[in-house]
């Protein structure tokens, strides 16, 4: 059964059955309480752990209601209230986990920690944000974009600020989804080139600059995210670099008409994004923040063999 680790792991028909499943999974539960279970439970049974090493909001909530809206159940625990963090090897307990649950859901300070339970586990393991991507947002703002009327193939998506775990999750679904990935972020906050190398070699087309107005230029899409991310420790230097790469009504002016401004949240007004942003009636922000709901129902549902993989 497959993990969900990277969107760069994959194909086009992979993440366009995950899509169309969000699509289908958040129609059929409309008018229902949010704790209903689904009409046609996918995953009955199932019990999916969560593993947190850092905060976290809409992931550890969309995660737990999403488990019981499939038909099974979550279970939450922070990495300093396990044996994890007074050291048990990470091996062992993803070996012990995979014992007692279906799937397991990481949010870790270090990609590598990914990578090693996912080694040695024997269910599927979902990443739930990493030092180095956050995959399961991506699918969310697609998603998001897709009800805004936005066809992925063709489109142009503005990245503006830091180049970071966020930002990485649209370089790996790049070349399968079609769009054209505008990406301006100032010196020293830039992606990792070897990986915007990678994307390209498979096909993405991606600009890198340091001009956040000529990314906004006729965007269907804007987005920004946190200029300080969990862990990073240089908060007045960041924010000092990164100040002029956000999001304001100007640079939106510079985007098409009706352009989608996406923020995977949470945001510091002020910084990458302005309060009249986040406040405008229209925003698309809370509609992303709703889909990692149906977006992450989807993939577990795709890592459990619930959907067809395409
Ligand atoms: N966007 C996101 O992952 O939010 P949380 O950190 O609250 O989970
Ligand atoms: N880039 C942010 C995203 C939070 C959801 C962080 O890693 O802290």
Known sequence: MPDFLS??????????????????????????????????????????????????TRTRFSFEQGMRQLGGSAIVATSDTMQLGRGEPVRDTARVLSRYVDAVMLRVNSHA?????????????????????????ILADLMTLEERGTTLEGAKIAW????????????????????SLHVASPDGYRLPGQDVER????????VLSSDPDAAADE??????????????????????????????ADRVARAKPG????????????????????????SAIWDEAENRLHAQKAVLAWCLGAIKSG
């Open 259 to 282: 352009a989608t401004v996406l923020h995977c949240l949470p945001a510091y007004r002020g910084q990458e994004i302005t309060d009249a942003l986040m406040e405008d009636p229209d």
């Open 113 to 137: 920690t990914l990578d090693e339970f996912a080694r040695y586990a024997s269910v599927p393991i979902v990443n739930g944000l990493s030092d180095y991507n956050h995959p399961c947002q």
């Open 160 to 179: 503006v600020g830091d180049g970071n775990n966020v930002a990485m999750s649209f370089v790996n679904a790049a070349a399968q989804m079609g769009f």
């Open 219 to 248: 965007a269907d899409a804007l987005v920004t995210d946190c200029f300080v991310s969990m862990g990073d420790a240089d908060y007045d230097t960041r924010l000092k670099a990164l100040s002029g790469y956000g999001l304001d």
């Open 199 to 206: 994307a390209r070699a498979a096909g993405a087309d991606i």
């Open 7 to 56: 969107l760069a792991d994959l194909g086009a028909s992979q993440i366009r059955s995950i899509l169309d499943h969000a699509h289908a999974l958040k129609a059929a539960r409309a008018g229902l309480p949010k704790g209903a279970t689904d009409p046609t439970p996918d995953l009955p049974g199932r019990t999916l752990a969560m593993i947190f090493e850092k905060s976290s």
